[in-house]
T-cell receptor, first 115, second 113 residues
């Protein structure tokens, strides 16, 4: 199947710093990418939907100024957690779909720990 | 709104036991239904899917049937292996591939030898 990568896989940062997470579709053009957040022993919660070349659509309760999403190309979307705080510590997962593909392919996730 | 409810875990089974993980959904219209699996330290992988009522998805010995009358999509496997130990997520999607998935909370399965 198609491959989606995320980088970094794990990051530890100090409170107040910003962290950028990259999501890449390696062998297909992803017209749409989704960003999810997963708390321990919880389900994946959709944060935002990102279409290439347009502004992301955020879910209710997700601060767009805190979680900046950029989808500048058909193979790359980035999520920047600005001024991170300990409560932002979580597992962030992206998925991508595109073209005629009905299936969404998931990245391996990025574990963020804010101290 | 759309939602997915799946049985709470963890589930612990002996090797070769029969597995059932219940999943029910609430949605308007006719969603597509999925089971994803997350192995330790890895991302979610699509296990199987069904796109319309009475469809049966199957893969790696797992199967699930889309039951519209009971709004269910229970996951079954006749004989589990240690390598099946993972977290299993039931999910639905209302429209095309470019719409987000709605996930259940996940069920952790541990299979012991």
């Amino acid at each position: 199947g198609a491959v989606v990568s995320q980088h970094p896989s794990r990051v530890i940062c100090k409170s107040g710093t910003s962290v950028k997470i990259e999501c890449r579709s390696l062998d297909f053009q992803a017209t749409t990418m989704f960003w999810y957040r997963q708390f321990p022993k919880q389900s994946l919660m959709l944060m935002a939907t990102s279409n290439e070349g347009s502004k992301a659509t955020y879910e209710q309760g997700v601060e767009k100024d805190k979680f900046l999403i950029n989808h500048a190309s058909l193979t790359l979307s980035t999520l920047t957690v600005t001024s991170a705080h300990p409560e932002d510590s979580s597992f962030y997962i992206c998925s991508a779909s595109g073209g005629t593909q009905e299936t969404q392919y998931f990245g391996p996730g990025t574990r963020l720990l804010v101290l | 709104g759309n939602s997915v409810t799946q049985m709470e875990g963890p589930v612990t089974l002996s090797e070769e036991a029969f597995l059932t993980i219940n999943c029910t959904y609430t949605a308007t219209g006719y969603p597509s239904l999925f089971w994803y699996v997350q192995y330790p330290g890895e991302g979610l992988q699509l296990l199987l899917k069904a796109t319309k009522a009475d469809d049966k998805g199957s893969n790696k010995g797992f199967e699930a049937t889309y039951r519209k009358e009971t709004t269910s999509f229970h996951l079954e496997k006749g004989s589990v292996q240690v390598s099946d130990s993972a977290v299993y997520f039931c999910a639905l999607r209302r429209d095309s591939g470019n719409t987000p998935l709605v996930f259940g909370k996940g069920t952790r399965l541990s299979v012991i030898a």
